[in-house]
């Protein structure tokens, strides 16, 4: 299992939890772990979101590897100027 | 790809074109007025369009009539919000409201309808000749103003579910991040300082107005011309708003007059296409000056509250934060962004932030370099400068104690790779300018800031001339030199001299997706993808030398622009120049091209530390800046010239922000500075020259090690100026722009609570 | 509404165009006269993008009429490179990189021939006042303070060897 | 809109005496093009005045006088070998008034005909006693009057002037000896703004004594403002640091200004009066002889 951090504005779509513990190997599986476990999370994942795994920005790669010891939070997509 | 990627070792030394200097190439089209902005198309046939804009800050709309309007001679068009897509949800429902309003008038300037004419006149006439019936509703501006329980509600139900209970209407989203206890590391403090910051909006001040030329014909096929930052952006857009598919619109980007963010939105080309469906002729649209203030996308302004505790040694203990953004009619106001940025450059054990974002009846807002962070790195920094100066310790020193690094927990969450705020610091204290004496009423301010760097869709392709020149399509608009940053990696790669490559910005209808130019992309994304396509371009060269000669591919490398059999057993064979194989590739195979599309993972951070001098005359308020220095981490420097144009560039903003520029809304809600005389961006005489010192700690997600530059350089210098003038009044300004009317109004009052002081 | 008719010169060549009394100098230089350098910044003369020279004068073409080109002689950007070669100062500029979107080159360009003509050893705060009415949002001035008084200094000694 | 060339003064007046819509006046055209740029004033009749003969010139009259031609731009008054040695305040007055495009352009005339209560070369004008010619029609042709520079603007947007005036020059008073004038102004950046206050201070001395003085506040009221009370202050003074406060609270109690989004009422009094005296320190410099 790997932990993931979610950003407050998500934790209303996970039950007020903070953190989510889903079985993945891949950024993918962690998006798909996570929809699965609370679907109303699909929306702003399907939008976009950014991994960070072990502090490594992951926008798009689903085949990104993910330790169950990996370091995983979920952030929004930067739009910058 | 993506594992490709992360095996890519970065190479730092050994560079031959890399870290040069050379001419940009598109320099002799810009001194010699050739190069073709946004306003300078034209088409045979061509019409003119103008919009008509809402002098209210919030009103229903009760009736358009454009009869006269459409009546006067030469008026071809008339455009409302019916001549768009309808059923749109989401954040395009949100564009079209913002850029043809449906049935209120959200703030002044706002579109309600549009003409197109046979000349510019006649459409600005025609204008005049629209009459707009509106019942007026009451409006708010304000960010503190605009989250009370009793504000006019911009939008009811606008608010997503992050946003907790309890809260006003116009409060539309909510962030909340950190880690640890900050109550007990604020119990812990020797000091604890709470100050309550205000910035107001600023706009990006490109000296290029908004302007396209778009063909929309009656079978959904369309053309568009414009000045933007990301011409696929346009292209996605401009099909949902006006019902086609966006394959049939061909976005072309012109050569751009800055952006800054503000170019990272669509606002007229829809327009420009609908208009043009209708009158089935070419519609050129540009915005005026006025237009640009009024109706483009200002930044967020912010009201913010920071409290950090603090060791007698210097050791942060905790801080804590809240941001309240204002953002305009719509969701939107950079408020994450804001928050995460703040303490980011602290390695902090408890750490909390939270953000709203709050709707007001101004414009939309929009990125504006490093969009949200400016303001939070002037209220924290603001606030570790007081923590410095009550203690009485070295404002450098204290920075470098609490310095973030690699293996930080960061202040948003995640681990920082490596980084390079440290060295910035060291750097800083290194300069000359740090310790140099300072002149009367005159103060020193020191300040660091944060910010992302993005990667994004990005496509690219290189295709190889007979001779062994190189044509490279990119698809990201240069905003600042980056076609020769673009064809600097693709010389280093290929081997070949940089005036070998040619560089283009490729229409949507070229390339695959691009995302837009913004959050410092370009020379990292863009440029690890003419990295990655010349790495392709170059396995093709290979195997075509290896066919010629008879040996295995993986037997031949490339060196210096060549082929080179390698290996004990590749055989002898004398090198084989790029030219040499593309000139008979035709025969050989066929055309060679390489090319790379996906998203770029690993982009980096960037950190940076400013120190600036200013001066302060005490009797009117005025603020000179005297000397400025600007220590930032890039990586790796390109075109090292091109970095610190971003550098001072970005410092020059910054010192517009601190000082005189500011949206001024009249308690009528409308907008009251809408030229350049009143929206003060700094003039050649308002600045020193910008010194620049190029920090270099590769970024590992890049093959050179490349972050991001354009935006971080923004970040520190309004805290930067704040704590200068600060420094030199003796008072702790909170409040941005520090006009001169605002700092003599500090002053007086200091010299009165003395007084008062002297007399109690 | 009537058109006017006027004669002048542009870059040297003699031109005539008809325009509506209200077209300003920027306008028919850019939609009759098709010379597009000379840029709209703002329309109210406080950018400098729309710089041109009329009888040696440096002045805004946005706030000059058409109609009042009658009989003048008009330098825009493009008439600043000749036939062989571009102006030192256009290759100054590109070599110290000040500029980086372009918008607002010509005309500062423009405004800083014209200042070299009448002084050819300006100091920094010279050219900076100089050119205050010549936006620029990208660079910060500072590259471009330094490719004029470069260029100045170049010129200077190439006038002394000439002598 | 129509556009008039008249090569006289008195075509010129004919026009506009015979227009029945709103008529403008075009010199340098730095106000009157931005308004119609802006779509602010669309003028049915638009008289541009640049082909009469004499009005580019600067003359220095017989009796030392000088006498400016109504489309004379800053910068040929700034480029004058003589006139600002005369008048230092009012060429550097001029000389504040935008950029160097600007000055390629504006006029004495249009800075004071616009009609704004902040214009830079107007309190310059006033405090050295310059005067206006207008003419007009009269029942025999055209006559020529001659109005005080501070008798023209009224209020914002509004001057004295009226249907057919056409102003044809503006006087300058001969230089007295052992005087000096100067001009300074408050803007938030270094250039390019409009004056949040402005200062026009003209001194004659006797020895190091002032013997006669002018004061003249922009931007601090609905129209400029000479302060009596604080050219009293610097009369019989050596320009002291008692006359120089003196000043400079006649000054800033003379202001009657609004807020705005240029300043607020509390500034520009308090920098009325420090502006008050700088400027006063330049002019007494200059009328002690000093090249400043």
């Known amino acids: 299992m790997v932990e993931v951090n979610l950003w407050s504005g998500l934790r209303s779509l996970a039950d007020g939890h903070e953190t989510v513990d889903v079985d993945a190997k891949t950024v993918g599986e962690v998006l798909s772990g996570l929809i699965r476990a609370y679907p109303a999370l699909e929306d702003p994942i399907e939008a976009g979101v950014s991994v960070a795994v072990d502090g490594r920005i992951i926008a798009s790669a689903l085949d990104e590897p993910v330790n169950p010891d990996s370091e995983v939070f979920l952030m929004q997509r930067l739009k910058g100027g | 790809m993506p594992n490709d990627t992360q095996k890519i070792s970065v190479k730092t030394t050994d560079f031959k074109v890399v870290g040069t200097t050379p001419d940009r190439p598109d320099g002799i089209d810009k001194v010699t007025g050739r190069a073709k902005f946004g306003a300078d198309a034209y088409a045979p046939g061509m019409l003119h369009a103008a919009i008509y804009r809402s002098p209210h800050a919030h009103a229903k709309i009760v009736k358009i009539d454009m009869s006269r309007a459409g009546a006067l001679k030469g008026v071809k068009a008339v455009v409302t919000r019916a001549d768009f897509a309808t059923g749109l949800a989401g954040e395009n429902w949100n564009i079209l409201e913002n850029i043809m309003a449906s049935d209120t008038a959200l703030y002044d300037g706002h579109a309600i309808c549009a003409v197109a004419a046979t000349s510019a006149l006649i459409a600005r006439d025609a204008i005049k000749l629209i009459d707009v019936e509106y019942e007026m509703l009451p409006h708010v501006t304000d960010v503190d103003k605009s989250m009370a329980s009793d504000a006019p509600v911009i939008r009811a139900g606008t608010a997503d579910k992050s946003v907790p209970a309890g809260l006003g209407e116009n409060v539309v989203r909510y962030h909340e991040s950190g880690h640890g206890d900050i109550d007990a590391g604020f119990a812990a403090a020797d000091l604890v300082i709470e100050d309550t910051f205000k910035t107001e909006a600023t706009h990006q001040g490109y000296i290029e107005p908004h302007a396209c030329l778009a063909t929309l014909d009656t079978d959904g096929k369309g053309e568009v011309w414009c000045c933007t930052q990301g011409h696929f952006n346009v292209q996605k857009v401009c099909a949902a708003l006006v019902g086609t598919e966006t394959s049939q619109i061909r976005v072309t980007a012109s050569e751009i007059g800055g952006g800054f963010g503000g170019k990272t939105v669509v606002f007229i080309e829809p327009v420009a296409l609908a208009l043009s469906r209708k009158a089935n002729r070419p519609v050129k649209l540009v915005m005026s000056r006025s237009e640009v203030f009024r109706a483009s996308g200002p930044t967020a302004s912010a009201s913010m509250d920071i409290k950090i505790g603090m060791m007698k040694d210097g050791r942060m203990t905790a801080a804590s934060a809240v941001y309240r953004m204002q953002g305009g009619a719509f969701p939107g106001a950079p408020m994450e962004f804001t928050s995460m940025c703040g303490f980011a450059p602290y390695n902090l054990e408890n750490v909390h932030q939270i953000g709203f974002d709050v709707m007001t009846n101004r414009p939309k807002q929009a990125a504006y370099r490093a969009p949200g962070s400016p303001m939070a790195a002037f209220a924290v920094e603001s606030v570790v400068d007081e923590l410095c100066n009550e203690l009485g310790l070295d404002p450098i020193e204290v920075r470098l104690m609490n310095a973030s690094h690699e293996g930080t927990k960061a202040s948003y969450g995640p681990t920082f790779q490596r980084i390079g705020l440290v060295q910035t610091l060291e750097a800083a204290k290194a300069h000359p300018h740090f310790t140099a004496p300072l002149a009367e009423n005159t103060g020193r301010g020191i300040s660091c800031g944060f910010w992302f760097n993005h990667g994004g869709e990005t496509s690219v392709t290189m295709a190889l001339s007979e001779d062994g020149t190189v044509a490279l399509s990119v698809g990201t608009p240069d905003i600042g030199g980056s076609r020769a940053s673009m064809g600097q990696m693709a010389a280093e790669e290929l081997g070949i001299p940089y005036e070998d490559v040619r560089v283009t910005i490729a229409d949507t209808a070229t390339l695959g997706y691009n995302e837009i130019s913004h959050g410092s992309r370009v020379t990292y994304a863009s440029g690890l993808a003419t990295i990655e396509a010349a790495r392709d371009t170059l396995k093709k060269l290979c195997k075509r030398a290896a066919a010629k000669w008879g040996i295995d591919e993986d037997a031949v490398a490339w060196v210096d622009g060549c082929a080179v059999p390698s290996g004990a057993n590749a055989g002898d064979f004398d090198p084989l120049p790029i030219g040499k194989i593309t000139r008979s590739m035709g025969r050989t195979g066929g055309p060679i091209v390489g090319h790379y599309e996906a998203t770029p993972e690993g982009a980096g951070v960037s950190f940076a530390t400013h120190i600036v001098d200013a001066q302060v005359d005490p009797e009117t308020g005025k603020t000179a800046i005297t000397r400025y220095t600007v220590v930032q981490d890039a990586g790796k420097a390109i075109h090292p010239t091109y970095v610190e144009g971003q550098f001072q560039g970005g410092a020059a903003q910054g010192i517009g922000w601190a000082l005189n520029e500011e949206y001024i809304y009249g308690t009528d809600g409308r907008l009251q500075n809408t030229i350049f005389l009143d929206y003060r961006i700094p003039v050649a005489s308002d600045l020193p020259m910008i010194d620049t010192v190029i920090v270099e700690v590769p970024n590992p997600g890049h093959p050179y090690g490349v972050r991001g530059v354009g935006e971080t350089s923004i970040c520190p210098p309004l805290a930067a100026v704040a704590n200068a003038v600060s420094g030199a009044v003796g008072v702790r300004m909170t409040q941005l722009p520090m006009t001169p009317p605002h700092i003599l109004s500090e002053l007086g009052k200091k010299a009165r609570a003395k007084k008062g002081g002297a007399n109690g | ?163 | 809109m129509q556009y008039h060339t008249p090569d006289s003064f008195e075509d010129a007046v004919a026009i506009a005496n015979a227009a029945t819509g709103t008529t403008r006046f075009l010199a340098g055209g730095t106000d009157v093009l931005v308004q119609l740029r802006a779509d602010i004033v669309t003028p049915d009749d638009l008289i541009d005045i640049k082909h009469i003969a004499g009005t580019h010139d600067i003359t220095h009259n017989a009796d030392g006088s000088w006498t400016i031609g109504v489309a004379v731009t800053g910068a040929e008054m700034s480029e004058h070998p003589t006139l600002k040695n005369d008048w230092p305040g009012l060429v550097e007055a001029m000389d504040l008034v935008g950029s160097t495009q600007i000055q390629g352009r504006a006029t004495l005339v249009g800075n004071l005909c616009n009609g704004s209560p902040a214009a830079d070369s107007v309190p310059a004008m006033i405090a050295i006693n310059a005067s206006i010619d207008i003419t007009n029609a009269t029942d025999t042709g055209t006559a020529t009057r001659q109005v005080a520079a501070a008798d023209i603007h009224t209020g914002p947007g509004k001057t004295s002037l009226t249907k057919g005036d056409v102003i044809s020059a503006v006087n300058i008073p001969a230089v007295q000896p052992n005087s000096g004038d100067a001009y300074l102004r408050f803007i938030p950046r270094t250039e390019m703004d409009i004056a949040v206050v402005g200062v026009a201070v003209n001194l004659t001395l006797e020895g190091d004594t002032i013997t006669a003085a002018k004061v003249v506040l922009g931007a601090v009221a609905p129209s400029y403002v000479t302060v009596t009370d604080a050219a009293n202050a610097l009369i019989g003074s050596t320009l002291d640091e008692a006359a120089l406060d003196a000043l400079a609270t006649a000054a800033s109690a003379a202001c009657n200004p609004i807020d705005d989004k240029r300043g607020t009422i509390e500034f520009r009094t308090q920098v009325s009066g420090v502006l008050a005296k700088r400027a006063a320190v330049i002019a007494y410099a200059r009328a002690k002889g000093a090249n400043t």
Not at chain 3, 92 to 102: H, R, S
Not at chain 3, 127 to 144: E, F, H, S
């Open chain 3, 1 to 163: 509404m009537s058109m006017i008719h006027v004669n002048t010169t542009v870059n040297g060549d003699e031109v005539d165009f008809v325009c509506d009394p209200r077209e300003t100098l920027l306008d028919v230089l850019r939609d009759r006269l098709s010379l597009t350098g000379a840029k709209e910044g703002c329309g109210t003369g406080d950018c400098g993008a729309c710089s041109v020279t009329v009888d040696d004068r440096l002045v805004c073409s946005c706030l000059m009429l058409g109609a009042e080109a009658e009989g003048k002689s008009i330098a825009t950007i493009e008439g600043m490179a000749t036939t062989e070669a571009l102006d030192p100062l256009q290759v100054k500029f590109i070599e110290y990189a000040a500029l980086q979107c372009g918008i607002c080159t010509p005309g500062i360009l423009i405004a800083t021939r014209a200042l070299l003509a009448k002084n050819p050893d300006p100091t920094e705060e010279e050219v900076r006042y100089w050119l205050a009415g010549n936006l620029c949002r990208c660079t910060g001035y500072d590259k471009i303070i330094r490719a004029v008084l470069d260029t100045a200094k170049d010129l200077r000694a190439d006038a002394g060897e000439a002598r």
